[in-house]
DNA sequence: AATGCACTTGCGAAGCATTCGCAAAAATAT
DNA sequence: ATATTTTTGCGAATGCTTCGCAAGTGCATT
């Protein structure tokens, strides 16, 4: 029976961004939502359109540009090619690159993390966010 | 007395590149040994043609994507911004940036190297190279 | 110093990713 | 229902960067 509850974590985000609760929005939140890589705009865009092919790739730049800006969604820019987003409640991490492979692995340390803010705070700042890549090969 | 040697070290950085000495190039070498900063494109050429009015555009961001090629500057791409570049032989630094104003600071960190380095160990790699960005605002 | 040829140049046009202006359409407030 | 505010899709515009090409230049060789 009990059909479920409408607001699916798509809905959630966008009133989490005090969003309008549109079916373009919707369209693009749930692949936010079920993404597990990092996708840019096109392939967001891309995605939204087979749940509803109407959207606009206008509305898709623009309700990630709103949802990054509100801090649900985080960005990251590899080298100088397109942005690429995902969901911020996903914990944060750092990237280990394999260069060999290319092969990309997650890890967080709290030591780092904390001299960081060390670094910024001599320098009169506060950290917004940073990006920290580790490009590696196997140990020999 | 004894005038300068003729080739400067921007003709040495061009020769570095095996690039043919010109008179475009020059200028735009030039420019890369004397910036204490990081420029990206548009300010390198534009500092270019103070030496020579008449290089182009095109030109400046050719001679730039060479010498990045060829290893003889680096290149960063801060968020979604222009790509800046420096000489690839300065001493390395992590990027300290004030997404308010752009301004990018340089620090360096043993301890967050070291950190690194330990990271990478833990899973069974060794560091090539990294990229750590601290995008800041000016503490409150 | 003159020659030859590959490499470079400047120009404008083209290419991407991303943003904008706007009038029509949809969502909330009244 | 109707008024009000947002949001949408479209296409045009932007900003950075690259390309194609005919004319110009560096440089190894005579």
Redesign the interface.
């Known amino acids: 029976m009990s059909e479920h509850v409408h607001s699916d974590e798509g809905d959630a985000l966008l009133k989490d961004a005090s969003l309008r609760i549109t079916k373009p929005r919707q369209a693009i939140a749930r692949v936010l939502v079920d993404a597990e890589d990092h996708p840019d705009a096109e392939q967001v865009w891309s995605r939204a359109r087979e749940n509803d092919p109407s959207v606009s790739q206008a509305t898709a730049y623009r309700t990630l540009a709103v949802l990054a800006e509100k801090g649900l969604l985080r960005?990251h820019?590899f080298?100088?090619s397109a942005?690429r987003y995902e969901l911020a409640e996903r914990p944060h991490h750092d990237h280990?690159i394999?260069?060999e492979t290319g092969e990309v692995?997650e890890?967080v340390?709290r030591?780092?993390e904390r001299?960081?803010a060390r670094?910024?705070?001599e320098?009169?700042?506060?950290?917004?966010?940073?990006?920290?890549?580790?490009?590696?090969?196997?140990?020999?």
Request: glycine content about 8%; charged content about 30%.
């Open positions: 960005t820019t080298d100088g942005t280990l394999d260069v692995r890890f340390s030591e780092i001299l960081q670094v910024a705070e320098h009169g700042y506060e950290i917004i966010a940073h990006r920290l890549e580790l490009y590696c090969r196997k140990a020999g």
